[in-house]
């Protein structure tokens, strides 16, 4: 069953590139994952999501090596407003219908 | 504004007390998320349907925990006698729910209930 690792938190400066990487070691082979960002007291909202190599939109890129055991979501330029959770999001069991967010990482932005 | 809906977004209540919470999904969207988040943690997943069926419970669904969906649309939760240990945000999420593999469905959250049992 995949389990997601992830820093607990980072600190960055504004207009900084910050990447953050997650664990998943047993991700099914038919399996996507999807980040998302949280603020406070707010429900989590959809930021980029792919299946292997890279994919990019336009607030953030998502890197996933060959062995898809990880995944590095890249944020270019943050901004204090970037200041949130990041979550990374896989299935947990074998039939893939439910979801682990996991711990998150905590982003600081600071000016 | 057409994006997941929930009420209340917030609800006291004693322990021992019942509680409901409500959930309006984004109208055509067939699949419907209950989560259970607690202060430092990520969402945990609680249950979910696809339409009216609830297809997929967690451990963390005690029996005192129930939820429904009549005609697929909205959806309610229910916590009975409820305990201090219950209090949390209870989020939903809908999604589209056109593939077999959750994991390639975005999920748009709502804004969660924040629930304290005193």
């Known amino acids: 069953l995949a389990k997601t690792t992830q820093p607990i938190s980072m600190d960055s400066y504004e207009g900084q590139e910050v990447n953050i990487t997650c664990s998943h070691n047993?991700?099914?082979?038919?399996?996507?994952i999807t980040w998302y960002q949280q603020f406070p007291s707010q429900g989590p909202r959809f930021i980029i999501q792919?299946?292997?190599t890279k994919v990019t939109n336009e607030v953030a890129s998502l890197f996933i090596p060959a062995d898809r055991k990880s995944s590095t979501l890249s944020l270019p330029r943050v901004s204090l407003s970037d200041t949130a959770v990041y979550y990374c999001?896989?299935?947990?069991?074998?039939?893939?219908?439910?979801?682990?967010f996991g711990g998150g990482t905590r982003l600081m932005v600071k000016p | 504004d057409t994006g997941v809906s929930q009420n209340p977004r917030h609800k006291i209540t004693k322990r021992g007390q019942n509680v409901t919470f409500r959930c309006d999904p984004i109208?055509?969207?067939?699949?419907l998320y209950w989560y259970r988040q607690t202060l430092g943690q990520g969402p945990e997943f609680l249950t979910y349907?696809?339409?009216?069926?609830?297809?997929?419970k967690s451990r963390l669904l005690s029996d005192r925990f129930s939820a429904e969906r009549p005609k697929g649309s909205f959806s309610t939760l229910e916590i009975q006698r409820t305990e201090q240990g219950d209090s949390a945000m209870y989020l939903c999420?809908?999604?589209?729910?056109?593939?077999?593999?959750?994991?390639?469905?975005?999920?748009?959250f709502g804004p969660g209930t924040r629930l304290t049992v005193l």
């Open positions: 109208s055509e969207h067939n699949r």
């Open positions: 999420a809908s999604s589209l729910g056109t593939s077999g593999r959750h994991s390639t469905d975005t999920q748009y």
């Open positions: 792919g299946y292997k």
């Open positions: 999001l896989v299935p947990y069991n074998n039939a893939g219908n439910m979801l682990t």
């Open positions: 047993n991700i099914a082979t038919n399996d996507y």
């Open positions: 349907f696809q339409n009216e069926a609830q297809l997929e």
